[in-house]
């Protein structure tokens, strides 16, 4: 599975992304900070806003993963198989300028034209509509993260309003599992906001701009950026679309994965090296611990469970 490698210090965090490089983001607040902060902020969080939207956006926090519920009047929103899900930025909508970031609520469009008609008709076939997003400047650890929220939460009330079809959005304001490409966010949905309903992943997919198109896959455009939105898809096992594959019918570009991709791992190597039964087989009265190190959902606990457990070992965890 495709995911991000995190180092924390309390004024600046280094990322060491999937490609191997690294960046420094300066911060005024630890990871603890804004976790207390975040708690705070989840007894007032469940609320309606209408600042500058007709239709009213029920929103909630869970853990660092703000969530906002658009329900059409007369629609009960119910579980679906179907999930069409998509990324927001530079894929549902743009700024109204050549910016790349927006001004403020009102800075928004459509990405064209045949967006929300494709939305609309997508809802209209079955398929639950949601956004995710990774949306880190949202966080009550950054300085300007209270009007950040704000505009957001504003903006889509806009988009509602336009749209108006029953929707989710998802954005993730933290460097955590819910962090695209990690698939937090995907598994909270489906374990918590699509009960009682099995979702067909043949059937599912998700539309993204971070893609890891090549330099040129389209005359005269640079590479993406990242390639965050394929790896997402890729790590659920759901189809994946550029915007302009799903919106405009344009052939599959080129791409590359940045950094580690574990499909290219051998799959013939033994489980364990040493691998012969006499080496792995510990002296009568003596004991083993394993110590597993990795980031949140990245296997720890499954692959315990799966080999280690049945062969008698005690599983530790802290996460309850």
């Not at 420094?24 to 969080?45: F, Q, Y």
């Amino acid at each position: 599975m495709y995911s991000n490698i995190m180092h924390i210090k309390v004024e600046a965090e280094t990322i060491k992304t999937v490609s191997g490089t690294k960046r420094k983001r300066h911060r005024s607040n630890s990871v603890e900070e804004v976790d207390a902060v975040l708690k705070k902020e989840a007894k007032i969080v469940e609320s309606t806003s209408r600042v500058f939207s007709k239709n009213v956006i029920r929103w909630t926090l869970h853990n660092s993963l703000l969530i906002g519920q658009y329900i059409k009047k007369g629609d009960n929103f119910e579980s679906r198989a179907n999930i069409a899900a998509f990324d927001l930025d530079d894929t549902l909508i743009t700024t109204k300028g050549v910016h790349r970031f927006p001004k403020d609520a009102n800075d928004w469009k459509w990405l064209n034209k045949k967006v929300p008609e494709r939305l609309t008709k997508l809802y209209e076939e079955g398929y639950k509509i949601i956004m995710i997003s990774n949306q880190a400047g949202l966080s009550p650890g950054k300085k300007t993260g209270d009007k950040k929220r704000t505009d957001f939460k504003n903006k889509i009330g806009q988009i509602a309003d336009s749209l108006n079809i029953s929707f989710e959005i998802y954005a993730a304001m933290a460097y955590d599992k819910y962090r695209k490409p990690m698939i937090g966010i995907w598994n909270y949905f489906v374990e918590n906001r699509n009960v009682g309903v099995t979702v067909d992943k043949e059937n599912s997919f998700y539309v993204g701009d971070a893609a890891g198109r090549i330099k040129n896959w389209k005359l005269g455009v640079s590479s993406d950026w990242t390639d965050t939105d394929r790896k997402f898809a890729e790590n659920i096992g759901i189809n994946f679309y550029t915007p302009e594959e799903f919106f405009d019918n344009v052939e599959v570009a080129s791409f590359s994965y940045k950094g580690f991709d574990p499909k290219k791992l051998p799959r013939d190597v033994p489980l364990f090296i040493p691998s012969s039964s006499s080496q792995l087989a510990l002296p009568a009265g003596q004991c083993e611990m394993v110590i597993f190190v990795g980031y949140p959902a990245s296997g720890k606990s499954t692959f315990a469970k799966k080999w280690l457990v049945n062969a008698g070992y005690v599983h530790v965890n802290q996460v309850l």
